[in-house]
């Protein structure tokens, strides 16, 4: 089967009522996406690209490493100061209640319920070195350094990480998100049953194997 790309805007404009939302909060922030891969282009090319870059064009190397370092490092001290390795970066405290409800119950009933809060906090540790957190959350630090903005997903098998220009948010005036839209490259065989039959009820992108919705 042939594989072809189709842009946001040609697929939202046939399957979904997002595209005037989306194209409406990319045009109001042209001017953050500008700033920040000019800031990019200094740093680290690679966080924040050009439109309708593909992974097949080269990126603008930088006359100096000293910006790549600079964001480096401090990505690197902020991951370490967040996710330690080997060590609890949180701690579970019983409310005062239930140690009394625990004490009651039984005798070295506060111990107990310290022991199997030390256990959970260890269960957490582990799930988190079994979903390789620190790699997206270390993108999404770099890209807070460089351009200031950062989107965290969580799915059922970790984080995902996206690049400033692959989103928009709609936030109210007290700057909490009221409406997020993202667009990525899928493969069409992912896509719900009712997006599915409608792109499969379109001969223009039928016979494609990928998309960008």
Same mark, same amino acid.
């Given at each position: 089967m042939a594989e072809q790309t189709f842009t946001?805007?040609?697929?939202?404009?046939?399957?979904?009522?997002?595209?005037?939302?989306?194209s409406k909060l990319d045009?109001?922030?042209?001017?953050v996406l500008d700033r920040a891969r000019e800031c990019s282009k200094l740093t680290i090319p690679s966080v924040v690209t050009d439109s309708g870059h593909t992974e097949s064009d080269d990126l603008d190397t930088p006359y100096q490493a000293v910006g790549s370092?600079?964001?480096?490092n401090l990505a690197s001290k902020l991951l370490l100061t967040l996710l330690p390795p080997n060590t609890s970066f949180f701690r579970l405290l019983p409310d005062p209640e239930v140690i009394q409800l625990a004490q009651?119950?039984?005798?070295?009933?506060?111990?107990?319920?310290?022991?199997?809060?030390?256990?959970?906090?260890?269960e957490i540790m582990?799930?988190?070195?079994?979903?390789?957190?620190?790699? =997206?959350?270390?993108?999404?630090?770099?890209?807070?350094?460089?351009?200031?903005?950062?989107?965290?997903?969580?799915?059922?098998?970790?984080?995902?990480?996206?690049?400033?220009?692959?989103y928009v948010i709609s936030r109210d005036f007290s700057g909490n998100p009221i409406e997020i839209i993202c667009k990525e490259e899928v493969t069409k065989d992912i896509l =719900?049953?009712?997006?599915?039959?409608?792109?499969?009820?379109?001969?223009t992108i039928q016979d494609s194997t990928r998309a960008t919705i």
């Open positions: 946001v805007e040609e697929l939202l404009v046939k399957h979904s009522p997002s595209r005037e939302k989306f045009a109001d922030r042209t001017s370092r600079l964001v480096h009651q119950q039984q005798q070295g009933g506060k111990d107990q319920l310290e022991k199997s809060l030390v256990t959970l906090e260890q582990k799930q988190i070195e079994r979903e390789a957190l620190r790699v =997206p959350i270390f993108e999404s630090i770099k890209s807070l350094i460089i351009s200031g903005n950062a989107l965290l997903y969580k799915t059922q098998t970790g984080l995902k990480s996206y690049k400033l220009a692959n =719900p049953e009712d997006i599915l039959q409608q792109i499969e009820n379109d001969p």
